[in-house]
């Protein structure tokens, strides 16, 4: 099938197009004065290439400059192409988690967001969600763009979305200033109220994340009501060890489905769960490629320098190491390439031929102990 | 200690000494073929997970892989031994009795005690005569646990309802809670004496080893759990640094071993119990001659390999004449300087073994440390092996004054501070000890050192620091915080 530059970059559902080909389209998209938004079209000044001449494949994307920290400022309307004409259909403005330093902001495009959510429900079929379902969602709402996908996965995949809300940047501040228990007690007003609504509520789907999920786990109520009435289990927002998966699957919530997805404002979504693994495999996550790529690289790569041309942060580790995650997003809707992750992962090949790599056992970067000497001899 | 627990615990001791000696220890360990795997132990059985750690021996070679378990495991295994009712009174005695046999003298886990001690010398770098001192001590407070526990019970108070009074009542001794977490130390075996006593009183026990030496707890609970506890009375939850909380948030109480930071951060927390720097002091008063308790001095500075709270860090000298102090530094320099430096595996050594690395950032934060102090041993303190790994050699400093700030520095080998001290600094620079052993007969002040609240242990004449005796206190007993005093009275039913 031949596809024009704008089909290349819209291919319908199932299509997918040849990745160097993809970028091509997607660079004359991003940065031709009619279509680019006007953040890329005035920052392709300072690139030091020209995009539309010298990006002709995926790799190439490695020549742009990590920009990520310039969406703490940039304003949002900057960020929206111009091809999507004087009315875009906006789903909204979202932030992300703010773990280090102020927020950085994105614009969610109705047309993205439908192609993510489309992917994501052929997952959650893959993965033996049963359609249809009530879901209930102890996930952030407000400025996370998780909390809009958690509604719009419900009322496609589901029936009726149940929420929790939470405000995850409170928690981290709290467990900044040393006040673990005042987190923990926040921690565990969310779980009454989630009780609630699986008391009450005929509950087939709970997304959740890993630290509300033990808490709740450690209420036997809890672990009975959700072992009775909950189908299929997704979780995401923070890692999940190994070991603690295997508790869940093989111990605590044996019959039900559970699965995750490893989420990113700044891809605009998610990797999800590879469908199929087996018992002793460690928990693959797949992007949406190739409008969402990974690659697993030297974790020594600092990527602050950010100069522009090819500096070094995309030379990947060997397949079955652990490296620190780039991400690249590529759509009509929004264009980031090489944003360096807060994580670390294990390098798996990717579905099929790729572009990117596929990612395992998700964990955040260590740092490492200096060798302080405490006193004392214990 | 009353006559009859004095016997009972002497019988243990000589069995237990009787039988370490029967078998004839081979040369050596073992050549490794597979790393030993030292899997987590809970309420199930041995559970390997997937994320480990290697435990290296000084050298840096690799002697296990050490299961780590996730918070959720530790909530899991606290929620099942909560669920296990104790044993009853006697069968716990009995069963305490049995793995220290057992721990001392047996096969555990397919590791005979020699090539156990062997391995924990050698991930130690304890010298392997201290470690074997360690099994015995161990093992002998194992069998008196039982006792030992029992001499911290109030006068008033009987050890179950079922005694209780009826008519007035009694007071009852209680457990202030079911399930009880101990993040234990690595830097002796001996370490793991003290926590038995909890499960004598019928608390159910989880132990967070340290990541340097997990070889003792694991065998010892290998051990307990043989001998009659059973694998949901007592567990090994090896964890990584981030998920120790969790180990501690489970159980209903918990001891926590560390510095200083580590007893800041429990101070407002009822339901747990620091164990912090020893900080362990010796006062050589002017009533008598320093020379007569020389090898005391010497003792307690370096037994255990100088790695125990117990051994002495600092020593008060009441300068009797000018000099005094100077000359006790110099007699006290040329005796520690005088033993032998030798891998830890070896018959004679006495000195404790690091890894080169870590041995270099002790002694770098000890010249830190010391400042303007007057070094009477030799200029470096690492002797380096040339394995990868280095003895440290015996420090002696001289400071200023009674109130010097390197006197509260305790580092885990033979390192002592020697400090001149008159009648007129009284008990303000002692304070903050473990144990302060007072050479001194004046009775008014043996008086202020009992009634100085942070001194712990006060010992008097010619005893070394490190002695420690089975139902004695250690930092007051264990089962002060453990155990709680209840009323029950009970009114007989008329029907």
Known sequence: MTLNG??????????????????????????????????????AGSLGFDPRTDVRTHADLALFPNVAGELRDV????????????????????????????????VLLRDWLDRMLAWSNEQLDAHGFPRGLNWLGTVPSGPHIVGEYFRRSAATHGTHGFTVDLDPRWVKRLIAEGRGKEAGAYAEH?????????????????????????????RDELVELVNKKVRAIRWGGTQLDPDTRDL?????????????????????????????LGPDDPCVFDTLSPFVTFEVVDPEADGTDGTGGAYGINEPVPYGSRGRVVAHHVSASFLLPNNLERDTAIRVPALGEGPGDAVADIAPVTEFENETVIEGVY | MAESQQAEYRKAESRIAESQQVASPPADLPPLDALDALDALGPRGPYRTRKRATVTDVTGTPRAELSLVPGLFAERTAKALRSAPPLPPDQ???????????????????????????????????????????????ATRLAAAHGSADRARPRGAVPSWREAAEGDGSA?????????????????????????????????????????????????????????????????????????????????????????????????????????????KILLAGDSDWRDHLDTVVASVSHHGGTGCVNT????????????????????????????????????????????????????????????ARRFSPADAVADLGDGSAVLRPAVHLVDGPDAPQLGAELPFPCVWVAPWTPRDGVAPLRGSLVLTAVTEREELIGRLLDEPTIS????????????????????????FLMHSKSVIKTPSNH
């Open chain 1, 6 to 43: 704008t089909e290349i970059l819209n291919p319908p559902p199932g299509v997918r197009p040849d990745p160097d080909q993809f970028v091509r389209a997607a660079m004359q998209w991003h940065f031709s004065p009619e279509t680019g938004s006007p953040y890329w079209l005035h920052r």
């Open chain 1, 75 to 106: 304003p949002a309307q900057d960020l929206i192409p111009r091809g999507y004409g004087s009315r875009p259909d906006v789903v909204g403005v979202y932030e992300s988690g703010g773990t280090t330093g102020a927020p950085k902001r994105v």
């Open chain 1, 190 to 218: 969310i779980v009454d109220q989630a009780a609630e609504v699986l008391r009450s509520q005929d509950i087939g789907v709970l997304t959740i994340t890993p630290p509300l999920l033990e808490r709740l786990a450690a």
């Open chain 1, 248 to 276: 869940y699957r093989d111990e605590i919530f044996p019959d039900t489905v559970f699965s995750g997805n490893y989420g990113s404002t700044m891809i605009l979504g998610f990797a999800g769960e590879r469908p199929g």
């Open chain 2, 92 to 138: 716990r005695a009995a069963a305490l009795g049995r793995a220290a046999i057992l721990f001392a003298t047996g096969t555990v886990d397919g590791r005979g005690i020699d090539e156990h001690e062997r391995t924990v010398s050698r991930v130690s770098g304890l010298p392997l005569t201290v470690v074997r001192d360690a099994t015995r001590n161990i």
């Open chain 2, 172 to 280: 009852v001794w209680a457990r202030r809670g079911e399930v009880f977490a101990v993040h234990a130390a690595g830097n002796h075996p001996g370490t793991h004496s003290l926590w038995p006593e909890a499960l004598a009183l019928g608390h159910r026990v989880m132990v967070r080893p340290s990541r340097r030496e997990p070889f003792t707890p694991h065998r010892l609970i290998s051990a307990l759990r043989t001998a009659g506890f059973g694998a949901d009375r007592v567990a090994l939850l090896p964890t990584d640094h981030d998920q120790a909380g969790a180990v501690l948030r489970a159980a209903d109480l918990g001891m926590v071993y560390g510095g200083d930071e580590v007893v800041r951060k429990y101070a407002g927390d009822p339901r747990v119990l620091p164990q912090g720097p020893g900080r362990s």
């Open chain 2, 313 to 372: 860090t600092a020593v008060y000298v009441e300068e009797t004449a000018p000099g005094t102090a100077a000359a006790f530094t110099a007699a006290l320099a040329e005796r520690l300087g005088a033993l032998p430096v030798l891998p830890p595996q070896d018959e004679k050594a006495v000195l404790p073994v690091q890894p080169a690395a870590t041995a270099q950032a002790i002694a770098r934060h000890l010249q830190q440390r010391a400042g303007s």
């Open chain 2, 457 to 480: 242990n006060l010992y008097l004449g010619d005893t070394p620091t490190y002695r420690i005796e089975p139902g004695l206190p250690h930092d007051g007993y264990l089962a002060e």
